[in-house]
């Protein structure tokens, strides 16, 4: 307890982030594995996980960067298909169900961040507003471009083709992604185990980038820019590596989520995906990564819940209202002088007596 006392403010925040991960799984898996939780939670254990990791990268770009993307459910989209497609693949080669849901993680985030990386190029040189709309724009592109490709696999190896089903597969072959018909079928190999691993990754790759000399000169982008640059920091270099990262990370979480569905289609990783998550974010906290793994934990179990089902239809809506009241707190002063009552620091004995 002393050793943490003596902690800085930001190491201290997040070692007590990493002991609340831990915990929840310490207390969930064993749950899990004897069945004492009920079917929805136990339903809801992976995809917590996938959206906890996305609410943590785009986290990154919105609260560390501090640039607005509106288009983080394209990367999801990318790291799901491709993720799916090799572990489809790669049924008789590796199977071992871990091993290859590690592998498609991994094929995930690199495609997730190739695609990153390729948009990174023409968007990062724009800023707020106009930046939010090409991602938004960018993200509709990689869905439109999923629900027209089609892809199989037969003993050549894959075979696919784009906007028409022209695919020709050989004896014994079988189509793994169907265009607007998504995958169906899909061998369900994600566990609570992996993602919470996954989660851990995650905190690990953004608080040693945040602690470091790249993380210090993307944070003072975001600060003043212009005072950044003047001081010889690369802003296109430090803005593509946040976003490229957060990207990858993005995939990671779809290979993720998708391999623990029975079927994904391309209208999953839509619009109202993205607003999602940019939800978690600001109602977590920007750059608060435990704020958006509560966030996060919160909103993806509250609408499954019996007494929100029936709202299911309103539920966008009212996360807009959550938004649009959570921007106007953080941007009133009457209300951050409210909270900051509660929170101001009380001089100690000895201050007082010094005063008198």
């Known amino acids: 307890m002393n050793k943490l006392k003596t902690m800085s403010p930001a190491n201290r925040t997040n070692f007590l982030t990493y002991a609340m991960v831990i915990l929840a799984f310490a207390i969930f898996q064993p749950l899990s594995v004897k069945g004492m939780l009920s079917p929805t939670l136990q339903g809801q254990l992976v995809p917590i996980c996938a959206y906890v990791v996305m609410a943590l990268s785009l ?4 609260g560390i960067l501090g640039e607005l993307s509106l288009g983080h459910a394209g990367f999801m989209s990318v790291g799901a298909f491709s993720g799916a497609v090799c572990a489809s693949a790669l049924q008789n080669a590796i199977p071992n169900a871990g091993l290859r849901l590690a592998v498609a993680m991994v094929v995930g985030a690199v495609f997730a961040g190739v695609v ?44 696919m083709s784009f906007l028409q089903p022209t695919v020709k597969l050989g004896e014994g072959g079988r189509m793994i992604l169907n265009g607007p018909m998504g995958i169906p079928n899909i061998s369900k190999i994600s566990t609570f185990l992996a ?8 905190l690990a790759v953004i608080f040693n980038l945040v602690n470091s000399r790249s993380g210090r000169a993307i944070m003072a982008l975001r600060d003043n820019r212009i005072a950044a640059e003047s001081v010889g920091i690369n802003v296109t270099k430090y803005k593509m590596m946040a976003f490229v990262i957060s ?17 994904i289609v391309a209208s999953k990783f839509d619009f109202n995906t993205s607003i999602l998550i940019l939800v978690y974010v600001v109602l977590g906290g920007q750059g608060k990564m435990w704020g958006s793994i509560l966030a996060a934990t919160f909103l993806t179990v ?23 009241l ?10 951050q002088g409210f909270f900051a009552k509660f929170f101001r620091k009380a001089p100690d004995n000895a201050e007082k007596g010094g005063e008198g």
């Open 302 to 324: 509250l609408p499954e819940t019996n007494a929100m089902r029936d709202l299911r239809d309103y539920r966008m809506l009212a996360y807009a209202i959550v938004l649009i």
């Open 326 to 335: 959570v921007m106007l707190a953080t941007n009133s002063p009457a209300v």
């Open 59 to 62: 986290n990154l770009t919105v």
């Open 195 to 202: 993602g919470f691993l996954l989660i851990l990754v995650t």
């Open 116 to 159: 990153g990386t390729l948009i990174s190029v023409p968007v990062l040189r724009l800023n707020g507003d106009y930046l939010a709309i090409v991602t938004l724009a960018f993200g509709q592109i990689i869905k439109s471009v999923v629900e027209n490709l089609y892809v199989g696999v037969d003993s050549k190896g894959l075979h």
């Open 247 to 263: 990207a990858a990370l993005a995939g990671a979480a779809g290979s993720l989520f998708a391999l623990g569905q029975n079927t």
